[in-house]
């Protein structure tokens, strides 16, 4: 369709409208959502760096499929206008999808203004105003790019509202500025801002925090519509929930579905009674739409207790209606995001009821959909999001007894990717290019694949992090909330990396009781948009470096090349080395060794080979005799006798621990 458009600029002014507004509907975001690889995967920052997946979105997150299409779309349709020939409703209605697939509200609104200039304003229909409502809000999914982390209300941005102001102080209110501030300034991405305000950041929530535009839409749409419909009412809903004023979204429910929610909003206690029925062929009859929309209020503004409330009330009422596995997940999502340490404690610092949740708010979903009588089976992206939680509350065991019974997901894909390759293989050699059936099956397991490994490798950077040793940890009587344990990162994590081969990130680093182990795997260069700023530091040779503590080995760096040990001493010869290795550098593996050649092995690590050490200290001499001439003998005595006492006492320590690093090895 891009070819189509930027090769048939002519043909496409002498198509009639019927036939153009066919065009349109062809390329429609909405309907031919499920024809791009991405389809449901929000790729978030780190993805967009380190995946394959960052090349099919832009720098604001947006998919490139939709941002690259839309200006052909919008210049083939405005000089149609301008030649004279007029744009149906339906054209207007694939525009705002459009704008709203971009993320663009701006955008949204210029067009929805152009249909005055149109003489189409009072044409304007309820699914026109529900598309408008939704692409001038982002109230779906797909005009979000199912991105939920930047579009959660914040309580700085509840500060405009008159209403919330007893519970903002000079002091909380400059704390929450300052944590946004922080926030929004050590980020390099420009995910969640407007794409149309390109030397600036403006972040999309906050064009959305004010209420005064969502009444003029409702009102306006309510007195000039005879029947509303529930897609319309859903989209208004989510708009207010946005804006935080949780009262509007109440008196929508109680003037639309008859759902009185009574109580005090200051002390949470809240009541559910009340609810219209209504016949099935009625526009406003509730659908699973309607719960999906309760999740995504309550869930934005982290009132996760009123949204499980609210959803058992509406099914009881409802009785057609049982809560979908959708709406368990997007619950699991909010519950995840709003226990993040930051929005905790913003939410902390103003103290409004209801908005605070349970640090175990994401066992408690997780455990609730997946018993009876829900019983949900979660997917990845949801057992990516439990994984992520169960790390950073350190229950450490049940995320790698997770981590393994998910590992046949990853041979799936890629079994799945060797079986339908020779098709997309023959048919790209045969027609010079793929038939959209077979295209779209490999590039959505490609996506898949490509997920798949990203999940993996973000939980192993976060598992890396997490795992900590005794000998690492600060003093004092209370421990901080981490794993301590000898085993866990001696034995268990390199039996980890061998088992997730292919699935690890690209510069492994963690802590062993004597030091610190580094390497960096060489799988290429990086795919995102922003990869070749960052990929500074990864080399395609695989190289393994011991970075051991200062007082176990000064200056020691070890490299296996195909079975001889190399000891660099920080001259040039690692320089030399790494110009002709290139490659073929491999990783160091355990070695068994016997008691009897401890000694040899221990001078071996520290580097105390008499021959060179003898060497080493005749140059010196000579360096040092060159600079300053005929030492004093005297005194030149007495500072050798020190150094070398000094020198000893540290060969007796170093030996000490090198034996100990050898007991743990072997």
């Given amino acids: 369709m891009l070819s189509y458009f930027k090769e048939n600029k002519l043909e496409i002014l002498q198509l009639p409208p019927t036939a153009f507004s066919e065009l349109l509907r062809a390329v429609d975001p909405v309907d031919h959502k499920h024809q791009g690889p991405l389809q449901n995967i929000w790729v978030d920052p780190a993805m967009a760096d380190w995946s394959p997946l960052g090349g099919l979105v832009n720098n604001y997150g947006v998919r490139k499929r939709n941002s690259d299409l839309y200006p052909l779309v919008h210049e083939a349709a405005f000089r149609r206008f301008r030649d004279g020939l007029p744009l149906l409703l339906s054209d207007y209605k694939v525009l705002l999808r459009y704008a709203g697939s971009i993320s663009d509200p701006l955008l949204a609104r210029k067009i929805w203004f152009h249909m005055n200039v149109s003489d189409k304003m009072w044409d304007r229909h309820t699914d026109l105003y529900a598309e408008f409502i939704k692409s001038r809000f982002l109230t779906e999914p797909l005009y979000t790019q199912n991105n939920r982390h930047d579009f959660r209300v914040k309580p700085v941005n509840l500060f405009p509202e008159k209403r919330f102001l007893p519970y903002f102080t000079p002091d909380n209110l400059s704390q929450l500025r300052q944590m946004n501030f922080d926030e929004t300034n050590r980020r390099l991405d420009r995910f969640g801002q407007n794409p149309s305000a390109e030397h600036k950041v403006e972040y999309l929530m906050r064009m959305l925090r004010r209420s005064s535009p969502v009444d003029l839409v409702f009102g306006t749409a309510r007195n000039r519509l005879h029947q509303l419909s529930e897609e319309f009412v859903c989209a208004a809903l989510i708009a207010y929930a946005r804006t935080g004023v949780m009262e509007d979204v109440q008196s929508v429910l109680y003037f639309n579905y008859g759902v009185d929610v009574t109580g005090s ?183 898949q694949k490509d997920y798949v490994v990203h999940t993996f490798s973000k939980w192993f950077s976060l598992l890396f992090k997490r795992i900590k040793s005794p000998v690492h940890l600060p003093p004092g009587p209370k421990l901080p909330k981490i794993f301590p344990s000898h085993d866990i990162s001696t034995r268990l994590l390199p039996q980890l990396i061998h088992a997730f081969q292919g699935l690890l990130p690209d510069t492994i680093h963690y802590e062993i009781p004597t030091g610190v182990v580094r390497f960096k795997r060489g799988t290429g260069q990086g795919q995102g948009f922003r990869s070749e700023k960052r990929w500074t530091e990864v080399q395609k040779g695989a190289m393994v470096g011991m970075d051991l503590r200062p007082e176990t080995a000064r200056g020691f760096r070890r490299v296996r090349v195909g079975g001889a040990d190399l000891n660099f001493s920080g001259g040039g010869e690692e320089e030399l080395w790494k110009k002709g290795v290139g490659e073929r550098g491999v990783t160091l593996r355990g070695r068994s060794v016997r008691r009897g050649e401890v000694e040899e092995l221990v001078e071996e690590i520290l580097g105390m080979d008499e021959a060179a050490r003898g060497e080493r200290e005749t140059v010196t001499g000579a360096e040092m005799g060159g600079m300053e001439g005929p030492p004093k003998m005297g005194r030149e005595k007495r500072k050798r006798r020190r150094r070398t006492v000094e020198e000893e006492e540290v060969k007796r320590i170093e030996r000490k621990r090198a034996e100990r690093v050898l007991r743990l090895l072997t």
């Fill in 265 to 447: 909003i200051e002390t949470g206690d809240l009541k559910i009674s009340g609810g219209k029925q209504f016949q099935p062929t009625n526009p406003m009859a509730p659908t699973t739409r309607l719960l999906q929309t309760m999740a995504t209020c309550y869930g934005s503004n982290g009132m996760i207790a009123m949204a499980c409330k609210m959803l058992d009330h509406l099914s009881s009422v409802y009785r057609h209606l049982s809560v979908p596995s959708s709406v368990w997940f997007e619950l699991l999502e909010w519950a995840y995001i709003h226990t993040s340490p930051r929005a905790s404690k913003e939410w902390k610092l103003v103290s409004i009821p209801g908005r605070r949740l349970h640090r175990n708010a994401v066992q408690l979903i997780w455990d609730t959909m997946t018993s009876p009588p829900y019983s949900a089976t979660p997917g990845l992206a949801q057992y990516k999001i439990y994984v992520e939680w169960l790390i950073k509350t350190n229950k450490l065991e049940r995320a790698i007894q997770m981590m393994l019974d998910l590992e046949p997901i990853y041979r799936a894909r890629v079994h799945h990717l060797q079986t339908i390759y020779p098709i997309h293989a023959l048919n790209t050699t045969s027609f010079s290019h793929s038939p959209t059936p077979s295209f779209l099956a490999w590039d959505h397991s490609l996506s």
